[in-house]
């Protein structure tokens, strides 16, 4: 596609429900990352997907926190049981190869309630 | 653990007025540097990176930065603002050894009133 999808752009979902984010990055791009963006704290790094390597999971911030990219393209986010101070734009970008061209999607909204 | 120190939070200026945005990171190795900018309501959009070579980079619509190794600084300008120049920059640092993770600074806030 012409730029980096994410859906859905809003979600709200009730505290203790799961949740998927899904990114559709551009066609060809081999790198996918995904960030979270909070209010005052900057772009948290969460995980990053390189060709058929194994993901770069380093900045997960706990265990209910998953990602997976399905054919080395669409990649889904699950946050399990989320909680209120998971609440933040959560980022999906991805570039042709490691930092060089990074596109960023427009991101998800997530509001926990 | 690398991390990225943005000085400012919010910063106010009036058209005309120069700019510089501080940034100082902490990494020991061999950093490519950059800034993005989040103008309101639209998504991230790179301004400037730094690989290697001349430390005084060019950017899109007039911006600037100077890579200052001994400094670990990363600073961003502007001559003369515009208020078509209002939104949120962020510094980012990736690492050598990082793959392609960027860690980004906190941003800073710039408002340029007409």
């Known amino acids: 596609g012409a730029g980096v999808s994410q859906s859905p752009s809003n979600k709200v979902t009730e505290k203790g429900k799961d949740v998927e984010l899904r990114c559709d990055p551009i066609?060809?791009?081999?790198?996918l990352y995904w960030y979270r963006q909070s209010l005052g704290q900057g772009l948290e790094f969460l995980i990053y997907?390189?060709?058929?390597?194994?993901?770069?999971k380093s900045g997960l911030p706990s265990d209910r926190f998953s990602a997976e990219r399905t054919g080395g393209s669409v990649s889904t986010l699950t946050i399990q049981r989320t909680q209120q101070e998971d609440s933040a734009v959560y980022l999906c970008a991805s570039s042709p190869e490691s930092i060089y061209g990074y596109t960023f999607g427009s991101g998800t909204r997530l509001t926990v309630v | 653990a690398q991390s990225v120190s943005q000085h400012n939070h919010h910063v106010i200026l009036s058209e005309a007025a120069s700019l510089e945005l501080g940034c100082n990171y902490s990494?020991?190795?061999?950093?490519?540097l950059f800034w993005y900018v989040q103008y309101p309501g639209q998504h991230l959009q790179l301004l400037l990176k730094?690989?290697?070579?001349?430390?005084l980079v060019k950017g899109i619509k007039g911006f600037e930065a100077e890579f200052i190794k001994s400094k670990f600084s990363f600073n961003l300008r502007k001559p003369s603002v515009q208020w078509s120049d209002t939104a949120e920059y962020f510094c980012?640092?990736?690492?050598?050894?990082?793959?392609?993770?960027?860690?980004f600074g906190q941003g800073t806030e710039l408002s340029v009133k007409p």
């Open positions: 730094y690989f290697s070579g001349d430390p």
């Open positions: 980012a640092v990736n690492g050598a050894g990082q793959g392609g993770k960027l860690i």
């Open positions: 997907f390189q060709g058929n390597s194994a993901p770069d």
């Open positions: 066609s060809g791009h081999t790198a």
């Open positions: 990494y020991g190795g061999t950093v490519n």
